[in-house]
């Protein structure tokens, strides 16, 4: 098992700036890649960026050139850095983990980001 801890959601205005942390704990040693969704209001969960145990990135189109994953392998954590807010950036954030050896998915618990005047 695989346990996830996020933190660092909040409220910020358009333009600003938020970063997402999170930190794995427990059978991490198969894990190989780790990732964000958001999931907004009546909208589907969505990926936002992923980060393999090799460092290759992903990213939606809408977050390109404003956030960015990254991890720190030593710490098991992953973070999200989100720069340029839009008000469409608002949702609840998961934290995902994906492992390689049973094709098992793990969640955190969430944290709500909310961008707006």
């Known amino acids: 098992q695989v346990q996830l801890v996020e933190s660092g959601g909040g409220l910020v205005q358009p333009g600003g700036s938020l970063r997402l942390s999170c930190a794995a704990s427990?059978?991490?040693?198969?894990?190989?890649?780790m990732g964000w969704y958001r999931q907004a209001p009546g909208k589907q969960r969505e990926l936002v960026a992923t980060?393999?145990?090799?460092?290759?990135?992903t990213y939606v189109v809408s977050v390109k050139g404003r956030f960015t994953i990254s991890r720190a392998n030593a710490k098991n954590t992953v973070y999200l850095q989100m720069n340029s807010l839009k008000p469409e950036d608002t949702a609840v954030y998961y934290c995902?983990?994906?492992?390689?050896?049973?094709?098992?998915?793990?969640w955190g618990q969430g944290t709500q980001v909310t961008v707006s005047s």
């Open positions: 980060i393999t145990s090799g460092g290759v990135t």
């Open positions: 995902n983990a994906k492992d390689g050896s049973t094709r098992s998915d793990y």
């Open positions: 427990g059978s991490i040693f198969s894990i190989n890649a």
